[in-house]
């Protein structure tokens, strides 16, 4: 398989992430979106990454679906969201808050720095990052220990995980250290796992 996309992509390291936990075979090509946007058109239209090409040239686009297609490929017994019932509701809730943040945080990091300074709009900035932050607490409010789910280790946990690493890269004032301390104990847990350390954007 390949792997479209750099790590720089919180969604591209949450696919690297589960494809290493998996022990699944796999080589990346590190695409960046600006740089690389008409190879990446290539696979995807819409020229976002994640993308993943299957052994035998099918290609699947965005992380979810991806990361979907690989918990079938190791069965129930080993996949990070689980197949059915409560279980999977609550992780589905939790990775969605995750995801919804990143996407704000993303969407809040293009506005600032993408967007000529004469065409800011200061309170357009004001509520994506209102809504990151949003997301980032309600989160650390539901999540158990010592993973957010208690004792399995979930897809809820690598989200969490690339998301904070991804803001405090970029935008550190998002999640500053100690602001969400059960999200912190559990991405610094995690980013001591070899899959996490493997993908760590450089």
Not at 13 to 18: H, L, P
Not at 120 to 148: F, I, K, N, S, Y
């Amino acid at each position: 398989m390949r792997l479209i996309g750099s790590y720089t992509s919180p969604f591209v390291r949450r696919v690297g992430v589960t494809l290493r936990l998996h022990g699944l075979a796999f080589t990346q090509v590190p695409y960046a979106t600006d740089a690389d946007a008409t190879a990446i058109r290539g696979f995807n239209p819409l020229g976002r990454v994640p993308v993943l090409v299957l052994e035998h040239g099918e290609v699947l686009i965005d992380s979810g679906m991806i990361v979907d297609h690989l918990d079938d490929l190791v069965g129930p017994e080993r996949a990070l969201t689980p197949r059915a019932g409560p279980a999977r509701r609550q992780v589905n809730r939790l990775v969605a808050l995750a995801l919804g943040a990143t996407e704000k945080y993303l969407a809040a990091y293009h506005e600032r720095n993408a967007r000529p300074e004469a065409k800011a709009w200061p309170r357009w900035l004001e509520r994506l990052e209102a809504q990151a932050h949003a997301g980032l607490a309600a989160l650390d409010g539901m999540v158990g220990t010592p993973w957010c789910g208690g004792e399995a280790f979930t897809q809820t946990d690598i989200c969490v995980t690339v998301a904070l690493r991804a803001m405090r890269f970029d935008m550190p004032h998002l999640a500053p250290f100690g602001r969400f301390p059960g999200l912190d104990a559990i991405a610094a847990a995690a980013e001591k796992l070899d899959a996490f350390a493997a993908t760590r954007p450089r």
